[in-house]
């Protein structure tokens, strides 16, 4: 079988089955350091599937250091220290990498997380796999599913910049590419979010994807489409590309802010409840979709 | 400037210039948690480079773990967790994938190291990028540099079985593929050999590799060719195709053997001192090179 006719959670499931103990996934792998949690992600972005050699190099670099601390953020943690498995073809320029370089550094000199090394080796393709690793007190630990009913629903920023951005640039407006990569770790936010909050997670794969990880048996996110804050971006593509504000807002994914859940505002913007009601809602109907999984419907994401 | 024309290691020093802050690199990267070190450390295996997709993926799995670990071994480590990056084009076997787990935790389970999970991605090509966490002792702990004037050289097991196997395989003898991938990391012997020995690394890139990095400002490793425990295969493939049996035994690498340097032999072979006459020596002349390195002579090392 191919992995071209499953989806990635299947693909995933699978791996878990061969293994016999199924993780309990969230944003980090966490350990308990008796009165701490370490945190531990590893996230991976390849040439042809998340950028091209063409784009901006400095800004996939601090892409790459931002989607990795992202999941520290969600869990309310601290990050301690970053790696990275980096591999290029022999013929990939060395100014590319140099200029990657320098973005990695700009976002985790930002944060105050050294870059420690990791490994470097030679590959068909261009390809980068981050470690970040981080630790957060075990009061302040936030899981996905942690959600409580009656609790409202908020989230940081703005959605639908980075979809946005990636339908300008199939259309060929090579700036688009810069939308896709302008992404921010939400450290401070997270830290202050944990303060109150106990559930959490950033959106990779889009707030469809948050209803789908982020529920218990029977309840879970109640969102009211109306009530997003959509980015200016996202408008202007949905019109003149004619492409549902729907799917750019809540199904391509790719903004990681945080999503999370608490019995009062901290932060952000107020978009729904905890009840029994889930999924994202506009005129009583409830959007289909549930975010970006990769080797299905969104293969095609970044061309090649 | 493409990195065809530079070495791994310039490579490396290129973006610790950039960094500007040099890491002190060892097998693993340690951190201080009081009364222990914790190990990290991530290891990249990708298709066309360090395997093809023919080749047995069980086999493939097994190496993936085992070289990962190894670098916990080489520092004295026991190691906790084991979590992977994973891509894979969408053209790729589900078959392949669940044979590779397979391998892999055929490794993990034998020492007990949880699987925790990691990054699924779709990509270009086949690629793995291991993380594997570990602790050890502080008075355990060995270093590559650690060595001292006066003190025997000791490695494990056998070397040149890789090299042979790559050339096998080179020369369409298929299952040469198998000798490549078959390592083991020498976890156990870490611990046992972390008793006594402060200096040791594995021999992921061969024996002369293990002679430039593991030295003091003008001490080091003073080897004795003709000491060498070597794997028969090399002989044969040394003889068959005319291959200096220096090359396949110090300069291939891939054995993950480890080389450690004590006061007395804990165990393994002898095979040198440490003392001001570096190199690896064979009546009375230093044999070249300085291991393998990626990106420049080496290069085609498994087709592609």
Redesign the interface.
């Known amino acids: 079988?191919?992995?071209?006719s499953?989806g990635?959670r299947e693909?995933?499931d699978?791996?878990w089955e061969?293994?016999g103990?199924k993780?309990n996934?969230d944003d980090c792998?966490y350990?308990d350091r008796g009165n701490y949690y370490q945190l531990?992600t590893?996230?991976?972005?390849?040439?042809?599937?998340?950028f091209i050699e063409d784009w901006n190099a400095k800004k996939i670099g601090r892409f790459f250091a931002a989607i990795n601390l992202s999941d520290i953020a969600a869990m309310g943690g601290k990050p301690?220290?970053f790696?990275a498995?980096m591999?290029?073809?022999?013929?990939?320029?060395?100014?590319f990498?140099?200029e990657f370089?320098?973005g990695m550094?700009e976002i985790l000199n930002e944060f105050k997380v050294?870059?420690?090394?990791?490994?470097?080796?030679?590959?068909?393709?261009i390809?980068f796999?981050g470690?970040a690793?981080g630790n957060v007190e075990k009061n302040r630990m936030m899981l996905r599913n942690s959600v409580n009913k009656g609790e409202g629903v908020y989230v940081t920023g703005e959605l639908g910049k980075q979809a946005a951005g990636y339908f300008l640039w199939k259309n060929g407006i090579g700036e688009g590419s810069n939308y896709i990569l302008d992404v921010y770790p939400r450290i401070r936010e997270g830290r202050e979010i944990s303060k109150v909050a106990r559930a959490c997670m950033d959106l990779s794969d889009g707030l469809a994807s948050a209803v789908y990880f982020m529920k218990k048996d029977n309840y879970g996110l109640n969102i009211d489409f109306d009530s997003l804050p959509i980015h200016k971006l996202a408008y202007e593509v949905s019109e003149d590309y004619g492409i549902p504000l729907e799917y750019l807002t809540t199904g391509f994914g790719g903004e990681y802010e945080l999503v999370y859940t608490s019995s009062r505002k901290i932060l952000g913007k107020e978009i729904g409840v905890v009840d029994d009601k889930i999924g994202i809602w506009k005129n009583g109907k409830r959007i289909e979709g549930e975010g970006y999984a990769?080797?299905s419907k969104a293969?095609d994401?970044v061309g090649?």
Chains 1, 2 share one sequence.
């Open positions: 079988m191919k992995f071209s499953l990635e693909i995933i699978k791996i061969i293994v103990k993780e996934y792998v350990l531990i590893t996230d991976f972005i390849g040439e042809g599937t998340h301690e220290i790696m498995s591999f290029f073809p022999k013929s990939m320029d060395l100014e990498l140099e370089i320098k550094l050294p870059y420690r090394g990791g490994d470097l080796k030679e590959s068909g393709i390809g796999s470690i690793i990769h080797f293969l994401k090649r």
